[in-house]
């Protein structure tokens, strides 16, 4: 990096530059350090700094743990949460559910102090032998012949400067420096909301068990959050349309608007009846959005530098630290093995939108099953879902893959979801059973040898491709498995792919077995039918094989 001034701390040869040192710059940072590249963060604040979204996912524990930030987060004092109490669906009592419904292995998460969180972030990133620079805006990315080369940037003082690097990541949030730049931001036309919050002391705490819960209430012109922090402060913020938003605060200024809307809720105004809010509200206009590509010649958009979504499942921390990871991972394979980046970058772009509409479409879901409350907001959103629905696929689509978070159920029990959807988790769920206890039959028939005499036959579409896969921090070829409800595809093993690639309609379970173990000894031989067997058992119950065909 040159800098007019000349400036001790500058990193004269970083592999890598990050922009932004929020979660998913400080998570893409520590893994290409740990991978040994040289990187350096430029942050354009001093740290620690205010952030929005205290409330956490159990998703994230296992990246903060990969990460090794995972005690200094346990140790940090946060409050634990263990799930979520709201006022949505179908009536206007607070109910309650937690992350254990559905995740014995993460039933908790945090609710955090950003300042501090990502603090803890940035240092462990230091701690991994990152460079990072506060104080440091960049104001332009600078490209050669369209590939990102390097950036520019202004110091706290005022100072100009440039610093060259193989590689640079955006993370610089919802500034999207790059999208912006690119004229790659698309606007989600769903979501036109915006959000006016602030911090309250003395805030009234939800009855036991669920005080460090975060509430979630819906009223009549959209919902509102409450997240308890460990400081005695508590987070209190609205959503509203946009429109009636910006109207409102052109009229009375955030504060008094913040405060109207309040008083319109039936929970939250008694639970900050005796509090104070102690400080100025803030607001946030940009609303969800996707970057129209997520990498480029020399460059990659992780956190919401690439895309954001209304924050009703505080989804941004775990997106943000996932996609840091993922960005990571693409960054040494673009470094390493230059002929696999576009094909890696479509992956990671693949993986991470896949995530982000998960959230999206559960959202959506949300969105327009509220009956709790009657008005423009709430009205327009059951309108505006009708017929975009493909049931089957948006659930398939919120509940893939099974990450540990529970909200997938509780729109089912609580909601007013749509009937066609609701018909097709039914038509889904009891296929699934149905196909379970075939097989456990089958096991319990010894006369027909279990499912060895089966021949299996594949759903339609069922492909399988050759295809870049993470495996320690970086892309490697590897095999993904497409299906009519995941099309983008499921990385899977070598294995799951040789039996797919056995699987004619014509061969037996046996067959199958036989012809992959030719070479084998006995005892090699009985593995590989046990593994085999457990496999197609499977990809039965997941309908990836439509049939298997006893006589
Ligand atoms: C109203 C609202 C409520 C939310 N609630 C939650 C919640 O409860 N839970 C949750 O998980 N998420 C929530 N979120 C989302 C969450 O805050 C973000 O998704 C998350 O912070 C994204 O992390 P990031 O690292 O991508 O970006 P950020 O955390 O925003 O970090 C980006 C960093 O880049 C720096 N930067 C920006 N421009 C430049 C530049 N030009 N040069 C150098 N540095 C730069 C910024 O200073 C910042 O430190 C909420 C969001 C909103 C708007």
């Not at 993904?480 to 099309?487: C, E, G, I, K, M």
């Amino acid at each position: 990096m040159t800098e007019s001034n000349s400036d001790a701390n500058l990193d004269l040869n970083a592999d890598v530059i990050v922009i932004g040192g929020g979660p998913a710059g400080s998570a893409a940072a520590t893994m290409l350090a740990r991978k040994g590249w040289r990187v350096t963060v430029l942050e354009r604040e001093q740290f620690p700094r205010d952030h929005v979204g205290e409330s956490l996912l159990p998703a994230s524990i296992p990246v903060l743990e990969e990460l090794g930030a995972l005690p200094a987060v346990e140790s940090a004092g946060f409050l634990t949460k263990y799930g979520a109490t709201m006022v949505w669906g179908s009536g206007d009592a607070p109910w309650s559910w937690y992350f254990k419904e559905t995740s014995q292995r993460y039933p908790h998460s945090y609710q955090v102090w950003r300042p501090q969180f990502d603090q803890i972030l940035l240092d462990n990133a230091k701690a991994h032998g990152v460079t990072v620079l506060e104080g440091h805006q960049v104001t332009e990315v600078i490209f050669d012949a369209g590939e990102a080369v390097g950036v520019a940037f202004t110091d706290r003082d005022g100072v100009t400067g440039e610093g060259q690097a193989r590689f640079i990541i955006d993370a610089s949030g919802q500034s999207t420096l790059l999208a912006r730049h690119l004229k790659s931001k698309k606007w989600d036309p769903f979501f036109k909301n915006l959000a006016v919050y602030a911090y309250f002391t003395g805030a009234k705490p939800l009855p036991e068990p669920d005080q460090n819960n975060i509430f979630i209430e819906s009223y009549r012109h959209g919902w509102l959050w409450s997240i308890p922090l460990h400081t005695g402060r508590t987070s209190v913020g609205v959503v509203v349309d946009t429109k009636t938003g910006q109207e409102g605060i052109q009229q009375n200024g955030p504060k008094a608007f913040l405060e109207a809307q309040l008083a319109q809720s039936a929970h939250t105004r008694v639970m900050l009846e005796n509090a104070k809010m102690d400080s100025e509200p803030a607001v946030v206009m940009d609303w969800s959005y996707t970057a129209e590509k997520l990498y480029g010649p020399g460059y990659i958009l992780a956190g919401d530098a690439a895309c954001f979504v209304d924050p009703l499942f505080s989804s941004g921390v775990h997106l943000a630290l996932m996609s840091g990871v993922l960005a990571a991972a693409y960054v040494t394979t673009a470094l390493n093995t230059p002929s696999m980046a576009d094909e890696a970058g479509q992956v990671y772009q693949e993986l991470y939108l896949k995530e982000y509409n998960q959230f999206r479409e559960m959202a959506r879901l949300f969105y327009s099953s509220n009956l709790s409350a009657e008005s423009y907001f709430w009205e327009a959103r059951r309108i505006a879902n009708t017929d975009e629905y493909s049931p089957r696929q948006s659930f398939i689509q919120a509940v893939a893959g099974q990450p540990p978070r529970g909200y997938e159920r509780v729109v089912l029990d609580r909601g007013q979801a749509p009937e066609r959807f609701i018909e097709s988790v039914r038509t889904v769920e009891s296929e699934r059973l149905a196909r379970t206890q075939w097989l456990t039959a089958l096991a319990a028939d010894t006369q027909r040898n279990q499912v060895l005499n089966a021949v299996p036959r594949l759903a339609d579409g069922v492909q399988i491709q050759r295809k870049p896969v993470l495996a320690e921090g970086e892309f490697v070829p590897g095999h993904v498995l497409n299906t009519v409800s995941q099309p983008e595809g499921t990385p899977c093993s070598p294995l799951v792919a040789a039996v797919i690639a056995e699987i004619d309609g014509q061969k037996s379970v046996a067959d199958i077995v036989d012809g992959m173990g030719q070479h084998l000894d006995q005892a090699g031989h009985a593995q590989l039918e046990e593994a085999v067997s457990r496999t197609i058992e499977i990809l039965y119950v997941d309908g990836t094989v439509a049939g298997l065909v006893t006589d």
